[in-house]
């Protein structure tokens, strides 16, 4: 499959809000899906108790938001508006049920709203320690039991041991594809345009996963095989970006700004952990030990040593970037709060980076590129700014 037959699929996944994709699969297997919010779930539960797993990261610029605004304050950030407004819509009908990971309180009171709107639909709230004591644990395997319980009596189909391993197996391959594409625009970035690389990786919230990771190896056999022209740009690393997700068009303006984007948080929860999680006779342990040992740091998973920072230093060394564009949704309270700990691990490092909000709807584009396209320029002329 060519590069551009590729792209244009993706894009056709990113603008299809009414699921298509999706609907078409029930109707061949037979089978139900269930929706998660970002940014992280272990799609495997999902996937082993024999339904699709969907993530639902908002409208972007594609809807109107009307009803949504009558549930939210002003002062909170976009995405749990047009997330309610696809719903109220009847967009995410065909989900069986919604997973909200506990991600901060917004989604959290989105969560509620779903049960009250929505209560003939499987919906829970996922919490996750954020403490790395014996107890959380016992904690986090308990929850997960208790989840996967629920999804085979919604699913009617036993996720055994077997069935666990196998899922397991597939989004390792697919973490492993997602991460020779990474390491390939990091070393090649006028290889793989970043606007590419997003809607590969959007792509992903709908398609089964096997056909998700034969996409991206399609993908990858193509870009190195095809000459691209070489520009003068920056390498950077995008940060903040990790629940509401950017338009398409805003990641264009960035890529088009002079920056090469050799990093980034985009849909993380398809790349939160480091590593492969270990096949096992106690899968559940061993899904539960990989996101409490071997996940990246992130505003939403508490770092209480000090350290806070230390992760966006070491991604830009590795991936050799000479910046750090900070790129939070308006009023995220988890990604503006972190952001201060951020720069000064950064400063501390010598690294320069630049900061704005957006919205997932925003109309502020070439603000943004000429913002970006500042910065790069000022890292060409001066390597600092």
């Known amino acids: 499959m060519s590069i551009r037959a590729i792209v244009e699929r993706c894009e056709d996944l990113y603008h299809d809000l009414d699921l298509g994709y999706v609907r078409d699969w029930k109707a061949r297997h037979g089978a139900k899906a269930i929706g998660f919010m970002p940014v992280y779930v272990p799609r495997e539960l999902i996937h082993a108790a024999g339904m699709l797993p969907v993530g639902i990261m908002g409208g972007a610029d594609e809807v109107e938001i009307i009803r949504g605004d009558a549930y939210y304050q002003s002062y909170i950030c976009h995405i749990p508006r047009s997330t309610i407004e696809l719903g109220l819509a009847g967009k995410l009908a065909c989900l069986d049920g919604m997973l909200f990971p506990a991600i901060c309180d917004v989604i959290r009171n989105l969560s509620g709203m779903w049960q009250i709107m929505f209560p003939d639909r499987y919906v829970r709230y996922v919490d996750f320690p ?90 990858l056999g193509a870009a190195r095989g095809t000459e691209r022209p070489l520009r003068d740009n920056i390498r950077v690393v995008a940060s903040g970006l990790f629940c509401e997700q950017p338009p398409l068009s805003m990641v264009r303006a960035m890529e088009n700004s002079g920056c090469y984007i050799v990093d980034d948080d985009w849909v993380l929860g398809a790349r939160y952990q480091h590593s492969e999680t270990p096949q096992s006779h106690d899968p559940i342990r061993a899904i539960a030990d990989s996101y409490m040992q071997d996940t990246v740091q992130t505003a939403t998973r508490y770092v209480d040593d000090g350290h806070n920072g230390d992760y966006l230093v070491q991604q830009v060394r590795s991936r050799g970037a000479e910046g750090v564009i900070f790129a939070a949704a308006s009023f995220c309270d988890p990604a503006l709060l972190d952001r201060p700990m951020g720069a000064r691990a950064l400063t501390d490092a010598g690294i320069p980076y630049t900061a704005f909000t957006y919205s997932e709807n925003t109309g502020q584009i070439q603000v943004i590129k000429e913002q970006a396209g500042t910065f790069a320029d000022s890292i060409k002329l001066w390597g600092s700014v």
């Open 130 to 219: 954020q403490s790395w004591v014996p107890a959380a644990y016992d904690f986090y395997r308990a929850e997960l039991r208790e989840m996967l319980h629920d999804l085979e009596r919604l699913s009617g189909i036993e996720a055994t041991t077997e069935r666990l391993n196998r899922s397991i197996a597939l989004y390792n391959d697919n973490r492993r594809a997602l991460t020779e594409l990474y390491d390939l625009r990091a070393e090649q970035p006028h290889r793989v345009p970043t606007s590419e690389l997003y809607l590969l990786l959007r792509a992903g919230n709908v398609l089964e996963v096997s056909e998700h990771t034969a996409l991206l190896q399609d993908y």
